[in-house]
Structures are given as structure tokens and as C-alpha cells.
């Protein structure tokens, strides 16, 4: 292997591992804020006793997504130094703003949040939980403005070799970026349902703290259905971006070879990448390509055989992903309703209970493939149209430093993700903190 490919595979193993925190965050954050809100309106110790119990929870994730995203910085001066000096009047504004402002709020407040108990008074304990999930998606916005800009560049000038910023309100108001963005956050705030109804089914089955974990359950089952929908109909609007922006990430995603018109969607398809063709076409449905691409049932859809291959996304990892993104997306709206429909007799709905443990690893798998439709479907374009892959690398790094720095994100990642899990997991199957007062208020 070379350094291209080491790096790429480096960079790679750290974004997917930052990515299984950051969702949870951005959505466990919100569900926090809305549990202390509730206390404060009530008074009602037992949402100030869920708010520390998922506030805890929290906390043990937000510590690992600051641990892993401070190193993905950090690669794109030693691994990928074309890149940065490329485009680092662009992107490097993002990322300032980013840290200056969203990030600094999120962990001052943070701070706030965790020794303020009982030091401030309720609202103004609250307002800071609040601060901090503003703040923690407020900081996704400007990360996945960073992204929108390599997927679809645009307020930038080409001078001196390099991508100058030109506007940065186009910069901010890009559609591909916001779009990303609204994708990716309904799809935390989905997870963090599920995550919540997923260890609350848990202790419902041990009968633990049953009244505590059935007012949580409908906190969950309350974001899973609303999100599970959103992050639907807001994909079917970002495919539509996908399509007019990069035929060749639409035509991968479909493994489409040929242009048709108007497209068929064929259920079952396997792809046969170096042939050029798909060696099972099965239950095709007509028009559908067309419609879920251009909301026109006789659009035409280019097929990727009109780029020569060097230009092409590689089709069967692209294709896989996107089909187990869409399929584990439609299984989360079927959970998400049964769960909200059940939510207030959801102790006698056992097997569903079981079911919902099992499938809280489920909305991680489905985010890292969207993910993976977007990096891996981008390429070979880093920004795309503007610069490839293979010139982004830095020049003086070598095989050799790149294959150990690689073992040992292999190995410190492994040890914190054994942390992560066992943490979360002891924290999770212990519950919340007993009450300190007699039989909690009826909901």
C-alpha cells in the first residue's frame, strides 16, 4: 500500500469512529434540555432525576467525540497538506468559526451544566443545558458547511493555484450544506430516540423504575417517529440535490449503467463493477428512478457508463451503502409508530420491548452508511470538480510514517471505544440515582 491509500484509509477509520459519537450527542443534548424544562415547569423530581441520568450518559459520549474529532483536525496538516493549502482560505473559516464560537459555548456550558446543580437557580440551570445543545448542533451546522463546500463548492475564486473565498455568504447559505446538515441532525435526533427507548425497554423489561422509564420511553418513541419520518422526506429532498449536483454519486447509488429514460428502480439488483453491468436485475419498477431523482416520472437519469471510469464513485460500496441506509431507515418509521402508538401501555408490549434493545445499535449502522454514500460516493473528487483525491496528499510523508500512525489510531481508538461501551453500559444497566423524596407524581 502507499501513502495515498494509507491515508485515505486513516482518515477514514477516524471519521467513521468520531461519527458513532457525534449523533448522539446532537440529539441526546435536546432530550436533556426538554427533561430538565419539564422539571422546572412541574417540579416534578423525576424528570430532574432523567435529567441526570441521560445527562450522564451524555457526558461519557460528549467526552469521546472531543477526544476523536481533535485528531481528524489534526490530519489534514500532516496527511493531507495539498488539501489545506488548496482550500484552507475556505474551509479553514469554517472550522475557525466553528471552535470560536460553537465549540467554546458548548464547553463553557457544559461546565455550567455539571457543577451548577443546586449552586444556580432552576432556569438559569436550565438555560445552560440548552445553551449546550444549541451550541453542539449549532457546531454541526458549520462542520457540515465545511463538507457542503467539498460536495459542492461554490464562493470561491481560483488564484494562484489556490480556492480563495470569494463570498462567504454563498459559502453559508449553500443548499448542498444546509441540506447535509437538516439530513444528518434529524438523523441524530432519530438515534437518540431510539437510543433512550432502547435502554428504557431494557429496565421495563426488569421492571426497573417503571414509572421513570415509561416517561422516558415517550420521550424517545416521541423523537424516533417524528425524526424517522423528517430524515425520510428530507432525504428524498436531498436526493433530488444529489441527482442535478453529482450525476455520478445518483447513477452509483442506483448502479445504473446505462441512461434510461424514463428510469425504472429495480429491488433487488447485485452490481458487477468490473464487467460494467449488474448481474441480477429483479422486480423492476418503472418510472420510480425518475421520480425519486427529479419528482418527474419521465426524466431522464444518466447511467455511469457516460463518464469515462477514472471519473466514477467506486459503484459497489456506494450501491450497498445507500440500500442499507434507505432499508434501515424504513425499518426505523415502522419502530418509531408502533412505539408512539403503544408509548402508554408499552409494559405489556414485551416482544416489542425486546425488539427495541436489540435495534438501539441499528440507527449508528444506518448514519455511518449515509455517510459512507456521501465520502465514498464524492469521490474521486475531494472537492468536488476542483481537486482529486490523489493530488490532496501530502507530498512528504511516507508509506512507513502513515502505516504507524494508522496502528496506533487503530489501537487507541479500539481502547477508548472499549471504554466508551463499557462506560455507557454501566451507567445505562445501573439506572438513575434512587429518589430522594417519597412516590413520585403521577405524569
Known amino acids: ?49 432523567m435529567a ?17 474529532g481533535i485528531t481528524l483536525e489534526f490530519q489534514f496538516g500532516t496527511n493531507w497538506a495539498r488539501y489545506s493549502s488548496f482550500v484552507g482560505d475556505i474551509f479553514g473559516s469554517l472550522l475557525a468559526v466553528e471552535a470560536t464560537v460553537a465549540f467554546f459555548l458548548e464547553s463553557t456550558f457544559i461546565a455550567v451544566w455539571v457543577f451548577g446543580w ?26 457540515l458547511l465545511a463538507n457542503g463546500f467539498m460536495q459542492n463548492p461554490v464562493g470561491y475564486v481560483i488564484r494562484n493555484g489556490r480556492a480563495e473565498l470569494d463570498s462567504f455568504y454563498e459559502v453559508v447559505t449553500n443548499g448542498f450544506g444546509w441540506s447535509q446538515f437538516f439530513h444528518t441532525v434529524s438523523g441524530a435526533w432519530m438515534l437518540a430516540g431510539f437510543f433512550v427507548m432502547g435502554i428504557s425497554a431494557w429496565h421495563l423489561l426488569r421492571n426497573n423504575e417503571m414509572d421513570f422509564f415509561k416517561r422516558s420511553f415517550k420521550f424517545g418513541a416521541a423523537f424516533a417517529i417524528i425524526f424517522s419520518v423528517l430524515v425520510a422526506v428530507q432525504g428524498h429532498h436531498h436526493g433530488n440535490q444529489v441527482a442535478r449536483l453529482q450525476p455520478t454519486k445518483m447513477a452509483a447509488m442506483e448502479s445504473l449503467w446505462e441512461t434510461e429514460k424514463p428510469a425504472g428502480m429495480s429491488l433487488l439488483v447485485i452490481p458487477d463493477e468490473a464487467n460494467e453491468r449488474n448481474l441480477v436485475e429483479f422486480l423492476k419498477i418503472p418510472y420510480v428512478l425518475s421520480i425519486l431523482a427529479f419528482n418527474d416520472p419521465m426524466a431522464e437519469v444518466k447511467g455511469l457508463k457516460e463518464w469515462p471510469k477514472e471519473d466514477r464513485p467506486p459503484v459497489t460500496l456506494t450501491f450497498l451503502s445507500f440500500r442499507a441506509m434507505v432499508g434501515l431507515g424504513t425499518l426505523f418509521i415502522a419502530l418509531g409508530a408502533m412505539a408512539w402508538l403503544w408509548r402508554n401501555k408499552i409494559e405489556t408490549k414485551r416482544t416489542l420491548l425486546r425488539v427495541l434493545v436489540y435495534a438501539i445499535p441499528l440507527p449508528y449502522l444506518a448514519l455511518e452508511f449515509g455517510w459512507a454514500v456521501a465520502e465514498i460516493g464524492r469521490q474521486p473528487w475531494i472537492v468536488w470538480g476542483l481537486m482529486r483525491t490523489e493530488n490532496a496528499h501530502s507530498v512528504g510523508v511516507s508509506a512507513t510514517q502513515v502505516a504507524v500512525s494508522l496502528g496506533a489510531f487503530f489501537v487507541v481508538y479500539t481502547l477508548l471505544g472499549l471504554i466508551d461501551f463499557f462506560l455507557l453500559r454501566k451507567y445505562a444497566v445501573k439506572g438513575p440515582e434512587k429518589a430522594s423524596t417519597s412516590e413520585p407524581k403521577a405524569a
Open 118 to 143: 443546586d449552586r444556580l437557580s432552576k432556569k438559569m440551570h436550565n438555560a445552560a443545558i440548552w445553551i449546550v445543545a444549541i451550541a453542539t448542533n449549532l457546531s454541526a451546522i458549520w462542520i
Open 1 to 49: 500500500m502507499d501513502a495515498l491509500l494509507l491515508s485515505r484509509w486513516q482518515f477514514a477509520v477516524a471519521s467513521f469512529f468520531h461519527f458513532l459519537f457525534v449523533p448522539l450527542t446532537l440529539g441526546l443534548s435536546v432530550l436533556v434540555a426538554m427533561m430538565e424544562t419539564k422539571y422546572v415547569r412541574t417540579g416534578d423530581e423525576t424528570y430532574k432525576r
Open 52 to 68: 441526570k441520568f441521560w445527562g450522564r450518559l451524555f457526558l461519557i459520549n460528549f467526552a469521546l467525540g472531543v477526544v476523536t
